[in-house]
């Protein structure tokens, strides 16, 4: 497995790194198929915790994406909870895989690019224009509507960028008011 650890307003001395890989090392005892993990450690200050360090945890299993994030004022204290929350999300992942060896679910993913930032979007003439902030990048997966529902459930958004196999279009599945799902098709005019 890959492990990649990306620092950002953080020292990244040897008791973390020890740190990370013990905790990551426990992680794919329970998951071997995993392929490959980013670990992203950040401090920054929060409107309701003040300074606080966050950890971000993300893997790549076939064509899913697990991802946890926790935030503390400790770092050790954000690795722990991050690798706690994705242990409980791989066993949730675990036990739908189990369902679809038994004939009921399946699912595909996104992998998420580093964010680019856009510069100011003013117009000396009209309305300020909302800048765009951050811009992923991700591989589309052809699914059935039912395995971007299981998805989209995993990674914990309110919305799914897929590939109907059905149609062949790209499709948006979101969470609407009330619990349910809703599905944009598209098409070519």
Known sequence: MELELLARSVDLTDGVR??????IAKLQRFLQDIHSMRVELSHGV???Q???FTAQITSWVDKRVLRSE?????LFAAIDLAADKMHRQIRRFKDRRVDRWHGQ???GAAVDGPPIEAGD???ADGPRLPRIRRRK????YSMTEDEAAEQIELLGHDFFVFRNARSGEVNVLYHRKGG???????FLA
Do not use: I, P
């Open 18 to 23: 020890d740190h990370v890989q013990k905790r």
């Open 46 to 48: 929060s409107h309701s």
């Open 50 to 52: 003040g300074e606080v």
């Open 70 to 74: 926790e935030m503390h004022a400790d």
């Open 105 to 107: 679910r399946k699912s």
């Open 121 to 123: 979007a003013d117009d």
């Open 137 to 140: 990048m991700f591989e589309l």
């Open 180 to 186: 349910d799902l809703g599905l944009l098709e598209t």
